[in-house]
């Protein structure tokens, strides 16, 4: 074997032009964790350099104001409305009519909607949702502009899908207007304004002149005219709590803290019941006094601590601790009832 061959075998001996060639070939070897530095060093690769770390930084700050300010103008473009701009009648099956109104497929500020017995018609409110009138509905449009849009509802039944701040849309019944905090519910009266709120997402405030009642997701509150609105209740609450809720609410007056009624309500209740004692106590401080107070102690344990004396007081925020233990988003947080600004999907039964 030739002096070359000992060397490129088993490296004995020299030979200077083989190590003149290692010398050379040496940047290109294989390294099991990447290129070597005399690699990167002459042809210019790879590892993030200072340079650009700062153009794909730029790069994506730039992108992220421009979402956002596509955003801004979307959502700016969704809450503005022209002053008294008519309101578009998306469908319409079997009868439906307009009354006051120049225009079908229109409906204008003081124009009236009227469906009959399998009349149902959908309309665009603004550019903020959707309303579905039921059958042998009357429905009025009675002021229409950026941040306010209200609705009458004579009679019959609607269903309302909004994604908006706060008390832009709302439902006027005799003595009650609904006011929307970003959801979708269901209203349903007789000619005389009596009938009843459910919401399906998000929250409604129901305001009826003399106080505010606050119902959410899962929940129903009955409406009186003259009256106002009764307690909310959960849609699964039992038979022997809405008695009872009932039988509360027909006082009108003060009620007994140890009374028979708030007794039964008590021994019927469940934690999802926690809305109405908590709107009871709002209502009648004095039950603070009795054993719905401890009740609401035990439904909420994980709240901090609520004042007895404070309730009965009357301090202002003493229960807001239970108010936000509750199970629901909180009512001002619209932009989480995000879905609530897609396109809906199947149609309104009436």
């Not at 421009?66 to 309101?87: F, K, M, N, S, Y």
């Not at 009868?95 to 018609?121: F, M, N």
């Not at 002021?143 to 306010?148: D, I, L, M």
């Amino acid at each position: 074997m030739s002096g070359h061959d000992d060397y490129l075998w088993t490296k004995a001996g020299r030979d200077r032009e083989i190590e003149r060639l290692e010398r050379l070939l040496a940047p290109y070897a294989h390294r099991p964790h990447g290129l070597s530095p005399a690699w990167r060093a002459d042809r210019g690769s790879p590892g993030p350099r200072p340079a650009r770390r700062a153009r794909t930084t730029l790069a994506l700050a730039a992108t992220l104001a421009v979402c956002a300010l596509a955003v801004t103008l979307l959502l700016q473009h969704r809450l503005a409305w022209p002053d008294g701009e008519a309101w578009q009648v998306l469908t319409t099956t079997g009868e439906v009519r307009w009354q006051d109104g120049p225009t079908p497929g229109r409906l204008a500020p003081g124009g009236e909607i009227v469906t009959g017995e399998q009349g149902r018609a959908r309309l665009r409110v603004a550019r903020i949702g959707e309303l579905w009138l039921g059958v042998d509905s009357r429905l009025r449009l009675e002021e229409t502009r950026s941040g306010r849009h209200r609705v009458r509802l004579l009679q019959g039944r609607l269903r309302a899908r909004v994604w908006a701040p706060p008390l832009h849309f709302g439902v006027r019944l005799p003595g009650v207007e609904a006011l929307d905090l970003g959801c979708e519910f269901v209203v349903e009266s007789d000619a005389a304004g009596n009938g009843a709120l459910t919401v399906l997402s998000g929250w409604v405030l129901v305001d009826a002149g003399s106080g505010e009642v606050l119902v959410p997701r899962g929940a129903t509150v009955p409406l009186r005219r003259g009256a106002g609105a009764g307690t909310p209740r959960d849609l699964g609450a039992s038979a022997a709590f809405v008695a009872a809720l009932q039988a509360i609410d027909a006082r009108g007056g003060r009620v007994p803290p140890a009374g028979e009624q708030v007794r039964r309500l008590i021994a019927a209740s469940r934690p999802q019941d926690a809305i109405s004692l908590l709107t009871l106590l709002q209502r009648h401080p004095e039950l603070a006094q009795g054993p719905l107070y401890d009740r609401l102690v035990q439904l909420l344990p994980d709240a901090p601590p609520v004042a007895r004396e404070a309730i009965v007081r009357r301090t202002p925020a003493a229960v807001d601790p239970w108010w936000d233990a509750l199970p629901y988003p909180r009512a001002k947080r619209w932009w989480l009832q995000w879905p609530d600004a897609l396109p809906a999907t199947g149609t309104e039964s009436g």
